[in-house]
């Protein structure tokens, strides 16, 4: 099991590493033809922004780990283990309920958008806003786990 996990994180990693060469690649081919053949390129834009949608939402959901996110836990460090299991069960229960209760609306706002195209790429925007619903699912999935850790965990002293 933990060689499919692994497997899959650094399926996850290349897909991250994949966009950001797109980004770097179509960041210079615009410099190149902005600056060098006094001929911009439209869709140069639109390539880098939807890239970047993409990998900043697929990277808080599969790349990312708990300790690179900012988190505030003045309260939590002062508490007891006890109390830090309670916390983080929580927390976990808020994270996944506010996520189960706009997944229904994402969807229909997703599925909606393909009516709609981007201006130059003419990329369907439900294509283009369907990482989030991934997004949605990783984080109640990731949050899942979380609760799972927490009874397993009596002691409650890791945060993740």
């Keep these: ?27 210079i081919l615009q410099i190149v033809s902005r600056y060098i053949f006094q001929q911009p390129i439209g869709w140069t834009l639109e390539a880098c922004l939807l890239a970047w949608v993409w990998l900043v939402f697929w990277s808080s959901a599969f790349i990312l780990k708990d300790e690179d996110h900012v988190r505030f836990t003045v309260l939590y460090d002062f508490a007891r283990p006890g109390t830090r299991r309670v916390f983080k069960i929580l927390t976990a229960i808020c994270i996944i309920a506010a996520f189960a209760i706009s997944l229904p609306p994402t969807w229909d706002f997703v599925s909606f958008m393909r009516i709609e195209k981007t201006s130059l790429l003419k990329i369907r925007f439900d294509y283009v806003f369907s990482v989030y619903l991934i997004f949605s699912i990783a984080m109640i999935t990731r949050y899942l786990l979380r609760i799972i850790d927490a009874f397993r965990n009596q002691g409650g002293n890791n945060i993740t």
């Design 1 to 27: 099991m933990q060689t499919i996990l692994q497997w899959l994180q650094r399926r996850a990693d290349n897909v991250a590493v994949g966009l950001l060469t797109v980004i770097f690649l179509v960041f």
